[in-house]
């Protein structure tokens, strides 16, 4: 018997817009606890090629993929690395990609994993397991680099404070659990108002993007699912804080329209035929009555485009992308904590 579904944000919005279709080929770039990919497989006759880098949850789901009879195929391997993947199976095209951003609620659940200051757990936010962590960019860092993951990655106003409390702190006593940080930086920045968002919370947002690489990774795996969908094949994107869905945003905005293929060794270039027709002008958020149901649906927004027959972009200043030149420059916080 297939076991339950666990339904993820926007879950009936996403497979809508994926169009899922008997014989088609789809990717869950995210996969976590399995919700869209159990969504797709249930909704037509069709494969799923499903992406996590955490291998506890693909070995949570080996106990129930069978009962799809060969239509899931679980690969632990970050959704950047997609196309490489696809590829050594032989598969050179799929007719859908769904990405549901963010950290998953299982890994937020599990102490061990020190994602979440709700749990305390040692400080460690890696979502494959390895190294350099939270923990070692914590020690590591000096204060203007936690200050700039904080604000480049969290968009922290207090960053500069909060990296001076821990740069303190560290010195009378090693900072390695989650409780440990999330009291230090409530000290350094208590809450005041009406906010109901701990104070830490940006801080964790930001050291868990920063140790994950997720907007790096977000920014390739785009690139890597225009190169792999077919002619009217879809791409959905379930982004749920503004880093995220500038990048999505950015991406569709700029291949929906006509793009100068013109260098600077060849300016009279043509352009470049658009690749994605916009599903819809705007983000979709998600209903009331899930909203109310779960509160990580408030800050969903759901973009969604169909590849059009133009080629993939291929150059590397890509105008729909962020550069590297664009996003902070953080290779020596990696180089300090490297271990």
């Avoid at 797709?40 to 880098?53: G, K, Q």
């Avoid at 010195?171 to 659990?177: D, F, G």
Wanted: one cysteine or more; hydrophobic letters at 45%; proline letters at 6%.
């Amino acid at each position: 018997m297939i076991a339950a579904v666990h339904i993820p944000v926007m879950a009936p919005e996403a497979i809508k817009a994926l169009g899922v279709k008997d014989g088609g080929v789809y990717v869950d770039a995210t996969f976590g606890a399995g919700g869209y990919a159990k969504a797709i497989l249930n909704a037509a006759n069709c494969s799923v090629y499903a992406f996590d880098r955490d291998p506890r949850a693909i070995a949570a789901a080996n106990d129930w993929a069978g009962d799809y009879d060969g239509r899931l195929v679980l690969i632990n391997r970050p959704f950047a690395e997609m196309e490489e993947a696809l590829g050594a199976r032989g598969v050179e095209d799929v007719d859908g990609v769904v990405f549901d951003l963010g950290v998953s609620s299982m890994q937020l659940d599990e102490a061990d994993r020190g994602f979440s200051f709700r749990h305390d757990g040692p400080l460690s936010m890696r979502m494959d397991g390895e190294k350099p962590d939270a923990a070692d960019v914590v020690a590591g860092a000096d204060a203007r680099q936690l200050a700039a993951v904080f604000k480049a990655y969290g968009e922290e106003k207090k960053a500069a404070r909060i990296a001076r409390a821990i740069v303190a702190a560290r010195e009378a006593k090693p900072i390695e659990t989650t409780g440990a940080l999330a009291a230090i930086v409530e000290q350094a920045n208590p809450l005041r108002g009406p906010s109901k968002i701990h104070p830490a919370t940006r801080v964790f947002q930001a050291l868990r993007i920063f140790v994950n690489d997720e907007l790096g990774q977000l920014v390739a795996a785009l690139r890597a699912a225009e190169c792999l969908l077919k002619p009217a094949g879809r791409l959905v994107v379930v982004t749920f804080h503004s880093l995220e869905d500038r990048i999505v945003k950015r991406f569709f905005a700029a291949r929906a329209k006509n793009r100068p293929r013109a260098t600077r060794h060849r300016p009279e270039q043509a352009h470049a035929p658009a690749t994605f027709r916009l599903l819809s002008s705007k983000a979709m958020a998600a209903s009331s009555e899930e909203a109310a149901r779960n509160p990580r649906a408030r800050s969903a927004k759901l973009r969604a485009g169909e590849r059009l027959a133009g080629p993939a972009y291929a150059g590397e200043d890509d105008p729909g992308l962020p550069r590297h030149a664009d996003l902070p420059d953080l290779e020596g916080v990696t180089a300090s904590c490297s271990v």
